[in-house]
């Protein structure tokens, strides 16, 4: 099946967000985290029977159990979460699921812990609610990036953080928390009594063998104090149908939640919907696919980069975003490097580590093949 993702749609010509920024120019853009990929094409048969159907009028979210019972049936098959469904709180994004959380979850005022880097609209969500963000750390153990676990434990103190808001698999650096480091969160967040908001939008693309996601809210640690964002529009690129869920246990924690959203966030669209409903239960063998091609694709990303002088990478466990170290470049704007060699990725200091670059690897293996080429002449 690697043809399906070897042949990508032509997007220059279609307002494409990622495609827009560099438009008259010779930079490929390697920035923001959609993929170039068609998508399942019962993804696309699904959307077309709705079109054909021809009404596009109110469908209540929470009303549409088709798509209820496909994330169920989901988190059970590929995660063992057996989730109730009045668990689950459709939004329209994780971006605006983060922001609610901020809202309800923390005192006017006050702080929010955030795992640091990370990408911008997670970083800016304390700081449009009136919050303080406070940055936990990222370090490297043996090799591999993980929290700052001592940072975390030190500020939870504070009782203004009531909130930590963590992105997993981390994003980003790429690690998928192993069941001993998501203890320690959970310990930290019990003996604090802080909240913990997990994104875990890119859990379906785990890349390392032997490698597992766990959700927050499936551990028994965290069920009653965490809001677990999750989506099928990194795995199954349908960002652009706006859909996403929160699962919440905690029914004390669900209604703060969506009081947070209420009269602000609008409901899920319609096609988003029924995208999510399809992915879930017709494309696990397009997804298996996928994995393997992207596993590839990293593969290929890593021996390329950490082969020109200058430039360094750690192999990702998860997602299609390679976090590159470009202060052995000894340059001052390391974005301009690279886009002077005709690629544009995803600027680090916007991720707070203005010496890093993040590059997208979800696209054409010939597509990455030019990235790369480039950044290497």
Not at 18 to 30: S, V
Not at 48 to 73: D, K, S, T
Not at 124 to 151: H, K, M, Q, S, Y
Not at 306 to 313: E, K, V, Y
Request: proline share 7%; with cysteine.
């Amino acid at each position: 099946m690697s043809q399906l993702f070897d042949h990508t749609p032509d997007r220059t010509q279609q307002h494409s967000f990622k495609w827009e920024r560099y438009k008259g120019k010779d930079i490929l853009p390697a920035w923001v985290a959609d993929t170039e990929f068609r998508c399942a094409q019962p993804i696309l048969d699904a959307l077309q029977a709705r079109v054909e159907h021809g009404n596009m009028g109110y469908v209540l979210p929470g009303q549409f159990q088709p798509g209820i019972e496909a994330i169920q049936r989901w988190l059970k098959d590929k995660h063992d979460w057996q989730v109730e469904s009045n668990w689950i709180v459709w939004m329209p994004g994780v971006v605006p699921a983060f922001n609610a959380a901020c809202k309800a979850y923390s005192k006017p005022g006050g702080k929010v812990m955030v795992q640091s880097p990370n990408y911008p609209p997670l970083l800016a969500a304390p700081g449009l609610n009136g919050l303080e963000r406070v940055d936990i750390g990222t370090v490297t153990d043996n090799g591999r990036p993980t929290l700052d676990f001592e940072a975390l434990a030190e500020h939870a103190k504070d009782p203004a953080c009531s909130l930590f808001i963590l992105c997993n698999p981390m994003n980003p650096v790429g690690s998928v928390l192993t069941q001993t480091e998501l203890d320690r969160v959970a310990d930290i967040c019990e003996q604090n009594d802080v909240t913990l908001c997990s994104d875990e939008i890119h859990c379906d693309l785990i890349l390392e063998p032997g490698c597992r996601h766990l959700p927050a809210g499936r551990d028994s640690a965290l069920k009653d104090r965490s809001v677990t964002l999750m989506a099928a529009s990194k795995t199954f690129n349908i960002a652009g149908l706006g859909a996403s869920f929160a699962v919440i246990p905690d029914p004390k924690l669900r209604r703060k939640f969506t009081q947070a959203a209420a009269g602000i966030v609008p409901w899920v669209n319609l096609l988003g919907l029924v995208a999510t409903q399809a992915a879930f239960t017709q494309c696990d063998d397009w997804h298996q696919s996928q994995l393997a091609y992207l596993k590839e694709n990293r593969d290929l990303v890593v021996s390329a980069i950490n082969a020109i002088d200058g430039l360094s990478m750690h192999t990702p466990e998860a997602t299609f975003l390679a976090w590159v170290d470009a202060s052995g470049l000894g340059v001052d704007n390391v974005q301009r490097w690279a886009e002077e060699k005709g690629v544009g990725p995803s600027p680090g200091v916007d991720f707070n580590a203005p010496q890093h670059f993040r590059i997208n690897f979800g696209c054409s293996r010939a597509m990455l093949q030019d990235i790369l080429a480039r950044l290497a002449a």
